[in-house]
């Protein structure tokens, strides 16, 4: 979810945004209403409130929207409802992937540089990227705090 970027990494983005007219950004992320956050929060241990989950979800969404909100059409914030099956980062050329696994956050997990060049990355991740994105504007799904 966005709460390690809200918490760990918001002031830099926020700099790089000011300082470069030219840089976008699009962020996709799960829908803290989609019925995989259940699956996602019991794996997680919020076996007796998945709420609270849901809840964490939604605040690092919202303030993530919050903070950009400044940048207009330079950033954009879609959630998906679908099985969350990677977590990936992609600059430029470079993807950063995440391994999401059942014991416990992917923050706490391994994580891989790849070059957009290697075999098999354009379709693993930027394909993957582009199709939830895809997906998501033909169901008009984007993010408007509530």
């Avoid at 994105?133 to 984007?142: C, G, I």
């Amino acid at each position: 979810n966005l709460s390690i970027m809200e918490a760990n990494y918001m002031s830099d983005i926020l700099e790089a945004m000011r300082l470069n007219d030219n840089l976008h950004m699009r962020i996709l992320t799960l829908d803290p209403q989609s019925i995989f956050v259940n699956f996602r929060g019991q794996q997680l241990g919020f076996q007796e409130n998945i709420s609270l989950y849901r809840g964490e979800l939604d605040a690092a969404v919202r303030g993530a929207h919050f903070q950009l909100r400044k940048f207009g059409d330079r950033v954009q914030i879609r959630v998906y409802d679908d099985f969350p099956t990677q977590i990936g980062f992609y600059f430029d050329t470079e993807i950063l992937a995440c391994v999401v696994s059942a014991t416990g956050r992917a923050r706490e997990n391994c994580a891989f540089l790849l070059s957009s060049s290697m075999p098999g990355a354009q379709k693993s991740f930027i394909e993957h990227f582009e199709y939830l994105w895809d997906e998501q504007n033909k169901k008009s799904v984007q993010y408007t705090p509530g």
